[in-house]
């Protein structure tokens, strides 16, 4: 699992050994002087004569990025360091200049916040940055608060401007959090650092996990300082679960088993407007490994999804988990069914689309109780706008996916996994997990009917928290979204495996030499198993 850390919780854990003299600025700023020369061999950068040049801020991230500028002087490079503040740290300060780094003092005239110009003081700065092989971003980290302001924010600016303008194709490396990243949440306040490579220090921090913040972040090496144990025993808000995790809580029947003890699965999904998100569903569930799954809506989607699946059953009758509302209109009746497995405490419950509307409108109703609500960005502003009272677009919840997601969960009390390119999971008082684990092919209709599926069935064979087992379905939908694009040869068979054994754990994002291929709602189900074989097998 990987944990992320609040500001407070990083200087609490850093604070004890500071005092007792540790030298965790050289520790941080070797570190990354370390990632630095490894990046940029690993691009075939000749290190001696490379031009470096690092933004230093006036706080202690500054300080990391001098004492760094004077490790790669010696190394070779020609560094020079943009001081964007008249104070930036002493000993950073004096050890650079002893290492024969230039000192660029960069003006502020003219440079009051972003104006879509460069502020006249920065042309000096945009000359070496224009030359520079490698920018090196320690102009804040966990000290920000606010978008960047005054040449900072200017200057990140003009930077983002050239590099988008596709002119220049530096190397950039962020300390600790890319500058204009506030570094406890996911919303991008304003200007903000895009690193390639982003080496942080002590613990992961929620805005290197959380969308779209992380985005910024590029790679994400971690450099504990040796502080690892003492930040263990705080609390992490944010969460990202791997494939052990997911291993731990997986279901896996053993002899005592049969199909009711591994877990009954109801669905009331599809219509007659969107029959086929039935079949995605079940497909989901049954691939995922459910001891039953008893399909419970309309008749004409019955009989697709027993033409694909035998093996579903139709009949009412006990069920662990509920399905609720894949492939269902907005505004739909509420089932007879679904009102009993709405009210029935023994049931978790997953809720996605048209079954939204259907949830009890007092948010202590569904205490105690595992529920998932399935929302993609659309869905969610209509659930907020109608039980919050204040319209909240689409736009704004994108912009901070994870904030919105706990609102949700406020006025639903349910848990709400908010689906997109990273999925957030929020829970009532409870951790947030981000899951970046697919690939844009997932982006495709019957996608979300297949994910609900997955959940359906981890929640009816196991007793793990909900929010767990939410991030879990979409690490595993993910994983089965890439394999799939890395897999698909074309045949309209499905995929098929190609004896890659990285491919076929699904693991690893696909990159610009093997982009994948396209893939069908169909084609994710299909791939589940061989995600599951894969995470279990390690
Ligand atoms: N205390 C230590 O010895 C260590 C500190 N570390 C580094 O120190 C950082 C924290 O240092 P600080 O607490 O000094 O804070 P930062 O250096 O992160 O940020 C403070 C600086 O940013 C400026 N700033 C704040 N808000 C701004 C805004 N909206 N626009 C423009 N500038 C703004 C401040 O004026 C100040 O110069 C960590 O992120 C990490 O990089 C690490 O080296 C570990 C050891
Ligand atoms: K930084």
């Known amino acids: 699992m990987r944990h992320a850390y609040p500001a407070e919780a990083i200087r609490a854990a850093e604070a004890p050994a500071l005092a007792a003299g540790e030298p965790l600025m050289e520790r941080a700023a070797y570190a990354v002087a370390a990632a630095v020369v490894a990046e940029a061999r690993r691009r075939g950068l000749a290190l001696v004569g490379a031009r470096a040049l690092v933004l230093a801020g006036g706080g202690n991230n500054g300080g990391d990025g001098l004492f760094a500028a004077a ?27 002893r290492a024969g780094v230039r000192l ?32 090196i971003d320690a102009i804040a980290g966990i000290g920000l608060t606010g978008g960047l302001r005054g040449v900072s924010g200017a200057l990140v600016a003009a930077l983002n401007e050239r590099r988008e303008r596709s002119i220049l194709d530096p190397l950039v490396v962020a300390i600790d959090v890319p ?15 895009r690193a390639d490579v982003t080496v942080t220090m002590i613990g992961l921090k929620p805005a290197l996990l959380l969308p779209p913040a992380a985005a910024r972040a590029g790679r994400v090496e971690l450099v504990d300082l040796g502080l690892a144990e003492a930040l263990a025993a705080r609390p992490a808000p944010v969460r990202r679960l791997l494939g052990v995790d997911v291993a731990d809580l997986w279901p896996v029947p053993g002899p005592a088993d049969h199909k009711y003890t591994r877990g009954v699965v109801g669905l009331l999904a599809g219509s007659d407007a969107y029959p086929g998100a039935a079949v995605l569903a079940s497909s989901g569930a049954l691939r995922t490994g459910c001891g039953m799954v008893r399909y419970l ?24 988990a509920m399905v609720l509302g894949p492939g269902i209109a907005v505004g739909a009746p509420v089932p007879e069914s679904a009102g009993r497995a709405l009210v029935d405490s023994e049931v978790a419950l997953v809720v996605d689309a048209g079954g939204l509307d259907w949830l009890p409108t007092d948010p202590t109703a569904l205490a105690g109780r595992r529920v998932v609500l399935t929302p993609h960005a659309g869905e969610l502003a209509r ?12 736009s704004t919840i994108e912009a901070d996916p994870a904030r919105w997601a706990q609102r949700a969960t406020e006025l639903t009390g349910a848990t709400v996994l908010l689906k997109g390119a990273v999925t957030v999971v929020a829970q009532p008082g409870g951790t947030v997990f981000s899951q970046s684990d697919g690939t844009g092919w997932l982006a495709t209709a019957g996608s979300g009917d297949v994910l609900a599926g997955i959940l359906g069935a981890l929640l009816a064979g ?9 991030a879990a379905a979409a690490l595993v939908h993910g994983r089965a979204g890439v394999w799939a694009a890395r897999n698909r040869r074309g045949s309209e068979g499905g995929p098929s495996p190609v004896g890659d054994p990285v491919s076929a754990t699904g693991r690893g994002p696909l990159d610009d030499r093997d982009p994948g291929a396209p893939i069908t709602a169909s084609d994710i189900a299909a791939a589940v198993p061989e995600v599951v074989r894969g995470i279990l097998a390690h």
């Open 71 to 97: 490790h790669l002087a010696r190394r070779g490079l020609v560094v020079t360091a943009a001081l964007l503040r008249e104070r930036v740290h002493p000993e950073g300060l004096a050890a650079a200049r």
């Open 462 to 470: 196991s007793d793990a928290p909900a929010g767990e087992l939410a």
């Open 297 to 320: 809506g309309p008749e004409g989607a019955a009989r697709m999804v027993l033409a694909r699946h035998p093996e579903v059953v139709t009949a009412a009758g006990r069920v662990q």
């Open 179 to 193: 500058s204009g990243l506030e570094s406890d949440v996911g919303a991008v306040p304003g200007e903000a650092v």
């Open 104 to 135: 660029l003092p960069v003006s502020g005239d003219g440079a009051q916040g972003h104006t879509g110009m460069p502020a006249p003081g920065l042309a000096p700065v945009l000359a070496v940055a224009d030359d520079a092989d490698i920018w």
């Open 383 to 394: 659930l907020l706008t109608t039980r919050g009272g204040d319209p909240v677009e689409r």
